[in-house]
């Protein structure tokens, strides 16, 4: 044998953090990935699955910003990073660079996309656009994936343009001496092609094993932090709007309207069933229910048990709605209630 003079291989001290949506999407991700960034401790944000599907509304330095593929990271100067685990449509990807930097945000080599990413061509945006069945936000999410696994696809790291963005995650992660990474997730458990309710889901996987997907150990894994709304809002077209107006009210009081399509978003009573089944698939050990404060301003306190059963449970006041999901929920999970687009 030759004397081969190669370094040991040393076990991975990576260390992760998953933000993930509990719910279909649209739950406060990226408010929850921007507080967190500001802590300092990361080297590298992820985006882990989805593509320009996405919409993540996100307020810094008390402007808006609505990201749809580049990570919150960019925001904190963190290396923002676009995995395999997603699909990039070339267009939206410089738009939305040119848009952080008209912003003021610099992103001068803090933005990257993993070689093995897959690539949305205008040939998949045109077939989605035909989409009536399921609501799809008409981006070219499932075809570019259909194409990346019959093996039809084009990963960034052939496209001449992207070149200055192209990275390999497994150098990035694993060679480098101290990897702290912020894996932000798009859409949600309920959409999530697994786990969600086929056909009526998007086509990449949004649980933390999709996180994993993109070159992170499972004992990597710190902290999941699992994103809820205080009532369930899904775009797309199965129905799931309640019937009556006090879910008008929610939509209206909520402003619940797609950050990428505009679309109005069905609402309905946070699911308690469906909420602790996301919980359990998760490993979530952190939770936070955004937008406490529409249900304030609705006055009206109530949950549901199973959307098979349209079990509403009503209470008659916040204090006695917050301890209701305390108690149902498990024990050893921290849980937080949040009313504020800008804070946890
Ligand atoms: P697609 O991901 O565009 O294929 O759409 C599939 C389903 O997921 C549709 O019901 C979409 O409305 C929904 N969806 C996809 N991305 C998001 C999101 O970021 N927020 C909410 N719904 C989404
Ligand atoms: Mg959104």
């Known amino acids: 044998m030759s004397n081969v003079n190669r370094k040991k291989e040393e076990a991975s001290t990576m260390i992760a953090d998953i933000v993930l949506g509990l719910s279909y999407g649209d739950e406060g991700k990226g408010k929850v990935t921007h507080h967190l960034l500001k ?22 330095e008390g402007k808006k910003f609505v990201t749809h593929h580049i990570p ?28 952080l930097k008209e912003g003021g945000i610099d992103v001068e080599d803090k933005v990257f996309i993993a070689q093995n990413a897959h690539i949305i061509t205008s040939r998949h945006m045109a077939e989605d656009r035909n989409d009536y069945q399921i609501g799809t936000t008409k ?37 480098n001496e101290e990897t702290v990474v912020l894996c932000e997730g798009a859409q949600g458990f309920g959409l999530d092609i697994d786990w969600g309710d086929y056909p009526f ?3 990449s996987h949004c649980t933390a094993a999709g996180a994993l997907l993109n070159g992170i150990p499972p004992q ?20 799931f709007h309640g019937k009556g107006r006090e879910y008008d009210l929610m939509q209206s009081v909520g402003k619940e309207f797609g950050a990428t399509t505009g679309r109005p978003r069905q609402c309905n009573w946070l699911d308690m069933k469906s909420l602790g089944k996301a919980i359990k698939v998760n490993g979530v050990t952190d939770v936070i229910i955004n937008k406490v404060d529409v249900l304030r301003e609705m006055g009206l306190w109530r949950l549901r048990y199973s959307t098979d059963d349209r079990i509403n449970m009503t209470f008659g006041n916040e204090q006695s709605w917050k301890q209701y999901i305390k108690k149902f929920l498990p024990e050893s999970l921290t849980i937080q209630f949040s009313d504020s687009p800008e804070r946890i």
Request: aromatic share 14%; net charge neutral.
């Open 220 to 239: 990597a894994v710190r902290k999941v932090y699992g994103i809820a709304k205080a009532y369930d809002t899904y775009v797309g077209a199965k129905a």
């Open 39 to 60: 802590s300092g401790d990361y080297t590298h944000c992820l985006r882990f699955n989805g593509g320009c599907n996405a919409g993540h509304t996100i307020y810094h």
């Open 139 to 175: 981006q070219g999410n499932g075809p570019a994936y259909r194409d990346k696994y019959s093996r039809q696809g084009e990963r960034a790291g052939t496209v001449k343009v992207l070149e200055d963005y192209i990275i390999d995650i497994f150098t990035e992660f694993h060679e």
């Open 72 to 99: 919150a990271g960019v925001f904190f100067g963190v290396k923002s990073i676009i995995g395999p685990g997603c699909v990039v449509n070339l267009d939206q990807f410089f738009k939305e660079l040119n848009e």
């Open 201 to 203: 889901v998007t086509s």
